[in-house]
C-alpha cells in the first residue's frame, strides 16, 4: 500500500533552517510529480511546491520562492524540503502528497505531516 | 492566482440528510477541480477529481458537478463519519489554490 512518512519537523528560530524528508513507499516513486503542502494551525491548505518525476521541473508559491528548494532522491525513494530563512509564518503542518500519474496536480496520497514551528 | 470561494463556510446537518457543498473559482478551471476531505488530526484525503470523478475507495454517496467557474460537491445521504471540513482544490494553473474550506457538522 502507498506509504508516505514525513519527518523532519521541529522548533526553529526566526531565520533559521531546517530540511524536511519524505519517505516513500509501495508505488514506483520515480513515476510520480510530488509536492508539499502546508497547514498552518486552525487554518486552510497551502500548495508549497512541487517536483516532477525527474527533477526536471519544480515550482514554488510566491510566499516561499528564494528561501525554499524542494528535491528528490529516486534512488532513495524520498522527498525533501529545505527550508531556509524561516519566518513566523512558515509555521504549520507540512505534508508530502503524491500527485496523481494520469492528473497531475490531484493529491491521491498524503503523508501523515510533520509539524515546524518557528518562534524564538 | 485563482481564488476559489466555498459557501458555505459551516453548514449543520444530521445525519441521513443531504449536503450540498459548493465552490466558485475567480475564473474558469475548466473541469479541474478536485474535492478534499480532511477529519481532526488527520491529513486531508482525496474524495473528487477533475469536478466528476470520484476516487478509488470513495463511497458512492459522494458525488461532483460542475465546470467553469461553479461547482458542487453533494453527500446524498450524511453517515456520521462524513462530518468533517472539506475543500476544493484546481489544478489548472499555478499556483494550484485551494478554497477556504466548508465545515461540514452534526446538527
Known amino acids: 500500500q502507498v506509504q508516505l512518512v514525513e519527518s523532519g519537523g521541529g522548533l526553529v528560530k526566526p531565520g533559521g533552517s531546517l530540511r524536511l524528508s519524505c519517505a516513500a513507499s509501495?508505488?514506483?516513486?520515480?513515476?510520480?510529480?510530488m509536492s508539499w503542502i502546508r497547514q498552518a494551525p486552525g487554518k486552510g491548505l497551502e500548495w508549497v511546491s512541487y517536483?516532477?518525476?525527474?527533477?526536471?521541473?519544480?515550482n514554488y508559491a510566491d510566499s516561499v520562492k528564494g528561501r525554499f528548494t524542494i528535491s528528490r532522491d529516486n534512488a532513495k525513494n524520498s522527498l525533501y524540503l529545505q527550508m531556509n530563512s524561516l519566518r513566523a509564518e512558515d509555521t504549520a503542518v507540512y505534508y508530502c502528497?503524491?500527485?496523481?500519474?494520469?492528473?497531475?496536480?490531484?493529491?491521491?496520497?498524503w503523508g501523515q505531516g510533520t509539524l515546524v514551528t518557528v518562534s524564538s | 492566482e485563482i481564488v476559489l470561494t466555498q459557501s458555505p463556510a459551516t453548514l449543520s446537518l444530521s445525519p441521513g440528510e443531504r449536503a450540498t457543498l459548493s465552490c466558485r473559482a475567480s475564473?474558469?478551471?475548466?473541469?479541474?477541480l478536485a474535492w478534499y476531505q480532511q477529519k481532526p488530526g488527520q491529513a486531508p484525503r482525496l474524495l473528487i477529481y477533475?469536478?466528476?470523478n470520484r476516487a478509488t475507495g470513495i463511497p458512492a454517496r459522494f458525488s461532483g458537478s460542475g465546470s467553469g467557474t461553479d461547482f458542487t460537491l453533494t453527500i446524498s445521504s450524511l453517515e456520521p463519519e462524513d462530518f468533517a471540513v472539506y475543500y476544493c482544490?484546481?489544478?489548472?494553473?499555478?499556483?494550484?489554490?485551494f478554497g477556504q474550506g466548508t465545515k461540514l457538522e452534526i446538527k
Open positions: 475564473q474558469s478551471v475548466s473541469s479541474y
Open positions: 517536483i516532477s518525476s525527474s527533477s526536471s521541473y519544480t
Open positions: 482544490q484546481q489544478r489548472s494553473n499555478w499556483p494550484k489554490t
Open positions: 477533475d469536478a466528476s
Open positions: 502528497a503524491r500527485e496523481g500519474i494520469a492528473a497531475a496536480g490531484v493529491l491521491d496520497y
Open positions: 509501495g508505488f514506483t516513486f520515480s513515476d510520480y510529480y
